[in-house]
Nanobody, 118 residues
């Protein structure tokens, strides 16, 4: 069974940084980060493809960087965090090509909580 395992979440003060990681049990063409805050819709955060194409969502644009550590692991460096960034962050993956933050991803991780205090 294919799995995605997120890690790196935690509590941080406003202005701080966190690096999330997502490790997959298989290679995918497209790996993505989404987030969902309580009472809000899920939103796409960032995407990276096997050939290193990246797409960023508007809410964190300029404050984060997505990268690949290896063929099955991606990182999400988030900087200058603020309380509005508090959410559960999920990793998703698929082999759609092309893929976008609006693609219908089939494989999801369990999520990692990010909490930013003021």
């Amino acid at each position: 069974q294919v799995q995605l395992v997120e890690s790196g979440g935690g509590s941080v003060q406003a202005g701080g940084s966190l690096t999330l990681s997502c490790a997959a049990s298989a290679e995918y063409y497209c790996m993505t980060w989404f987030r969902q805050a309580p009472g809000k819709d899920r939103e796409g955060v960032a995407l990276i493809t096997r050939d290193l194409k990246t797409i960023y969502g508007d809410s964190l644009k300029g404050r984060l960087a997505i990268s690949k550590e290896n063929a099955k692991k991606i990182l999400l460096q988030m900087n200058r965090l603020n309380p509005e960034d508090t959410a559960m962050y999920y990793c998703a993956a698929d082999n759609w090509s092309p893929c976008t933050l609006g693609s219908d991803f089939e494989t999801w991780g369990q999520g990692t909580q990010v909490t930013v205090s003021s």
